[in-house]
């Protein structure tokens, strides 16, 4: 689907007028990469470090990858392996189970709660066996899970939390900072992210000293010093030039998320009297960053709504399809679909609208009209 201005397909993301506003920029600091010959740890991502600690109010960061290389190696780091099950919402991209998968542990899925759609604390008390070493909250589609009861469930059988930061960059619970409140937070540049990249990348943010040195070491052959390698590690930096884009993204990020907590409140009004629905909620205490505008569709059928919008141009989509245990690669694990009632019933019923800081109030008013059509027609 391509891009709009003046009456055609919307979007769900629009990479296009982001990159409009950045694009000189980032020619610029490519060049001077370029020049330069610093393509790999180079200044560039230092400085990107420092700014995007600073930005989650952390003491490190670490840039890496990918968002599934940022979650294994905080699980790898804190030593998370082979025998150990770790706790993740069955209601989440596939990334924060398959990374659980890559340090040898065991994925273990939690229902969510049927408001908010993120991770529910009593689920996670209820799966707790005596392997359970961690657990990774999501703060799914742009707004925090319940991080005080998740850090209390911890707290008393002694877990790890590790947070999965990918859809909530900038993001606060009671005035902290997503990505703040675990031992180590796991976050996504890809390209649609809040601040995304032009291609992959992610990051580790960490307040640990110890822990930080032992990421830098596992992104970097298991190295800190040439040639040394006192553990294995990987091949996974966060290249140079990547580090340039997320730079220059970073100083609009918090402009960027009020935009689109703007655009949510808009279709919040638009859609106040749209029967058969219901509009996701923000919870109380957490400033949502909406990387997705998420509602239900409770009364007719999500995927006949969803291809009349695909039709009339709106680029809508389903996050997502199916709960995690119930895909291909977790199939096994199917004995588990009673156990999450609540991600499975809204798998059915999910459907995310358009959102990005640029949306206009007219394209946000025409994927209302269409969706109202398409609401009618199930009546
Ligand atoms: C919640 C969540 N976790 C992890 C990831 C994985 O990040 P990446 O695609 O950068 O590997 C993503 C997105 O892609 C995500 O949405």
Redesign the pocket.
């Known amino acids: 689907m391509t891009t709009d201005s003046n009456g055609d397909a919307i979007p769900l993301v629009d990479l296009a007028a982001a990159n409009k506003e950045i694009s000189a920029e980032v020619l610029a600091g490519m060049a001077s990469v370029i020049e330069s010959g610093a393509f790999i740890l180079g200044p560039e991502l230092s400085a990107f470090e420092e700014e995007f600690a600073n930005f989650t109010q952390t003491r490190h960061c670490v840039g890496v990858s ?4 940022a ?1 294994e190696l905080a699980m790898r780091a804190a030593e998370i392996g082979e025998g150990d099950e770790v706790l993740v919402p069955a209601n ?2 596939m ?2 189970a398959s990374s659980v998968v890559r340090t040898g542990a065991t994925p273990v899925f939690v229902d969510c709660d049927p408001e908010h759609l993120l991770i529910d604390p009593e689920g996670i008390a209820a799966a707790i066996t005596p392997a359970c070493k961690a657990i990774v909250p ?1 703060h ?1 589609f742009g707004q925090m899970a319940p991080m005080a009861s998740i850090q209390a469930v911890a707290d008393e059988h002694d877990l790890v939390v590790f947070e ?1 930061f ?2 909530s960059q900038g993001a606060r619970q009671d005035g902290k900072t997503s990505g703040s409140l675990s031992l180590a937070a796991a976050t ?3 390209p649609s ?1 809040n601040i995304g990249a032009y291609g ?1 990348a ?1 990051a580790v943010v960490t307040n640990d000293d110890r822990l930080a040195d032992t990421l830098r070491a596992l992104r970097n052959y298991g190295s800190s010093k040439k040639y040394e390698h006192p553990i294995v590690g990987f091949n996974c930096r966060l290249d140079s030039l990547q580090a340039v884009v997320l730079r220059i993204a970073l100083r609009r990020l918090d402009a960027w998320n009020a935009s689109r907590r703007d655009a949510a409140r808009r279709y919040d009004q638009l859609l106040d009297k749209a029967e058969g629905i219901r509009i996701l909620p923000c919870r109380p205490g957490n400033e949502h960053v909406f990387h997705l505008y998420v509602i239900e569709i409770m009364d007719g059928d999500r995927d006949r709504v969803l291809a009349e919008l695909q039709a009339a141009g709106i680029g809508a989509g389903v996050h997502y399809p199916l709960p995690l245990p119930m895909t291909g690669a977790f199939a096994c694990m199917q004995q588990m679909a009673e156990s999450i009632p609540v991600a499975t019933a809204a798998a059915a019923r999910v459907l995310s609208l358009p959102i990005y800081p640029q949306i206009t109030a007219e394209q946000q008013e025409r994927v209302v009209a269409q969706l109202m059509a398409a609401l009618r027609q199930e009546r």
């Open positions: 990918s968002g599934t290389d979650l989440t991209f990334a924060t999501v799914l999965d990918a859809q996504s540049f890809y992210k992959d992610g």
